[in-house]
């Protein structure tokens, strides 16, 4: 708020001892001074919530007030005397942002195979996720209430990241193994278990 304003919002009996290199002066300059920060952040507060706007310090706290946190964050353990914790899993802050934007239309299909899918493409950046529902054991008897999720090529070293999303959004009953993909014909193909 500027001095002149500030000015205008004191009785008249102060107004009247406002003077150039005044202390009263002084302290409305100051006032001005300080109020100038809170009030530039106010003009452009929907900047704060505008999940491709805001600053990237500021994506942790729009995580947690959608819930993502529990992908994102340590987990917290309760046993007594263990005090490590592991460490925050890493989404780039361009796919949190993606993230945020989508929390919404994603908490609508969590627990599906479509929901599934879209949030691992999201928080990785990556295509070519699938689900299998149809899977058997080795006796070839199908697998009740167990899915396979099979990763496109290349998502491997976020393994951490695709275990924390599918352990949080596939039902709590149902059981999953991942399977990362090797392209057809090349090295390491046949030896494409990487299962969990």
Known sequence: MEASRIQRLLPEVFRRCVRENSPLAAVLDTMETLHAPAEQTLSEVDRYFNTYRTPERFLPLLARWLDLHRITEPRRIDTPGNEWRPPPLFIEPGHLRELIAKAAHLSQWRGTAYGLRLFLETATGRA????????????????????????PPGSESQRALIERIIEQEKPAYVTYELDFRTPPGSAGAENDEGKV
């Open 128 to 151: 070519g996720f699938t689900t299998d529902e149809q899977v058997t054991g080795p006796d070839g008897k199908p697998k009740l209430y167990h899915i396979r999720v099979l990763a």
